[in-house]
Structure formats: C-alpha cells, structure tokens
C-alpha cells in the first residue's frame, strides 16, 4: 500500500494531505495546514521547508502531487507564491522524491468531475471518497484532493490498472 | 575580518559574490554562477539549494544581501524567480544565516553612485572597488555588487563607523 501526498502551497498557508492507495480506493491518512506566520521571509520560507521535511520523514510518502499555478494573479502574488513554492519542492527533492504537478483544473476534473467545480463541492467529494465524517479545513482538503487526484493519474498510467509500483534507488516515478 | 555573501537569484542562473570586510574596504575573495540546467523544476531548485549550501560551507559568509524584486516583469517570470529565491533564502535559513534584501537601485545607488547606472558600469565599478584585472561575469558581477551594498551598509549602521560585528548564537544581525 502506497502513501501518497499532495501539496497545496501557498504564500501564507501550505496546506498538505495524505492517503493511501488500496489498489481499490484511498483511505484517509493525516491533513492539515503549515501556516508560516508572520515572521521575517526567510522564518517563514524555513516554516514551509521544515514542515514538508517532518511530514515527509512522518508518514513515508512514496509519491506527491504538487498544484501547479496556471495563472498567477499578479507579478507581486506570483513572486510570494513561487518563493513558497520553492521552499516546499525543494523540501521534497531533499528527501529524493519526485512530484507530479496538477492544474487546479485537473485536480476538480479527477475529483467532481468538472474542472468548474468550487471549493465547497472538492471538500463534499473529498469527504466522499476518503469516507470522512467531518469537513477538513479547506487549505487541508484541497491538498487531499491533489493527492487524490495524483492517486487517480497514477492508477490509468498502470498496465491494465493492476498495482504495480516501481520505486526506484529512493525515487518514484510517477 | 568579516566574509560578506551576496546572491542574486535568477530561474536560470543564480550569481553569487563574497567579499571580505577589512574595515578600510573590501577584498575580493570569490565569486560564481549556479546554472540550474533544463532538468525537472525540483533538480532546477535542488541545484541552487545545494548550491548555496556549498559556497556558505565552503567560505563561511557570516551574513548575507540578497537582491530584492521591486517590479517583476510578469506573473510568470515572477513565478519562477520567486522559486529560485525561495530555494536560494532557504538554504541560507538553514544554515543560520540571517538576510538583508536590497533592490537594484539601492545596489547601483551604493557602487555607481547613481540608481540609474547599466550592468556595465556597475561591473566596472566592482573591478574598481576590488582592485580586480579581469571582469567577472555579469551575474556574479551583480552578486559582488550586492556583497559590496551589504557592506557599505553594514558599515553605515555601526556606531562611529568601528567595527563591531555583533554575532549572536550563530546569527549574524546586519
């Protein structure tokens, strides 16, 4: 069984999920949010790089679906964004993993079924397919909605959708 | 003698500048590029991360100016940068190293007397200011310019212009 994680990172607040891949469906893992406070920018870049780094060594994920930014609201978001952004990959290529990245539209498509979805319809179908009684935190549940998502694409990749993970000299592939 | 870094981050390529104070100006003491290749966006970051780490373990900077995104040209490059830096910011973070951000103008402003001079000019001045016989690259041109800035600032914030670099618990302050 593969633990698989997904990333939302945001200038602010960096949400994260995990679940595991079953071969018939995911399970709920842990979720929640690094928040980075309102220290000096590189206190608050090492937030996001320490805590990715103790989720990582934490659960073991052999796997992560990062939200890529298809469109950057303006040049000055964009920078804070990417410097988040930054911190958390490079947190995660530290510990030899390598990611996936989906769109927000993607992750809606493999998650409601329709890359117009809302917020509020991801959490109800994230509560749905991990069987949760009680709504995550939404920076949460986007997360655990790209890590769904990731579960889903790397699922079709498989020959005849059979589990057949390959993990690599500490890398996976997909 | 104090070491002084400077960095100017770039999606690309990141320079980097270090000079050493000796209180009656600067000696040059080394200065560089990290090309981060056409690898995946995590190997691109991974080369700066590990970049950085190497030249502060190699020359032992005891602090550091960064150059500061005053206007990004678009959303899109600003992305990228703000990646670069947030990789870049976050390796210094782990090594303790605290950080002053300039932006390009208070840079020139410092070297070239004047916020309005090219990249050229600003070389020069840094060949003058540290006695150099060849030219520097371009990028690691703009990092010893940095480096320099750092310095006269530093210098300015000292209390009759004495040297009294304070460093506590591995944190430099200036």
Same mark, same amino acid.
């Given at each position: ?73 303006? $040049?000055?978001? @964009? +920078? ?11 947190? #995660?290529?530290? *510990? &030899? /993993? ?41 920076? $949460?549940?986007? @997360? +655990? ?11 079709? #990749?498989?020959? *005849? &959708? /059979? ?12």
């Amino acid at each position: 069984m593969t633990v698989i994680l997904g990333i939302d990172p945001g200038s602010r607040v960096t949400g994260y999920g995990l679940v595991r891949d079953t071969g018939r469906g995911c399970d709920y893992v842990a979720s929640g949010c690094i928040r980075t406070g309102s220290g000096e920018l590189h206190e608050r870049l090492q937030a996001v790089y320490r805590g990715i780094s103790q989720i990582v060594t934490a659960y073991n994920p052999i796997t992560v679906g990062v939200e890529r930014v298809f469109m950057a609201r303006n $040049a000055d978001s @964009a +920078l804070k964004l990417g410097q988040a952004r930054g911190a958390a990959i490079v947190a #995660l290529a530290e *510990h &030899g /993993l390598e990611l996936a990245e989906y769109t927000a539209t993607q992750v809606k498509q493999a998650i409601a079924g329709s890359g117009g979805a809302d917020k509020h319809q991801v959490q109800l179908m994230v509560m749905h397919l991990l069987r949760l009684q009680q709504k995550p935190q939404l920076d $949460a549940s986007d @997360a +655990l909605a790209i890590a769904l998502c990731h579960a889903h694409h790397r699922q079709s #990749l498989k020959p *005849h &959708g /059979l589990l057949g993970m390959q993990r690599r000299a500490g890398r996976s592939r997909f």
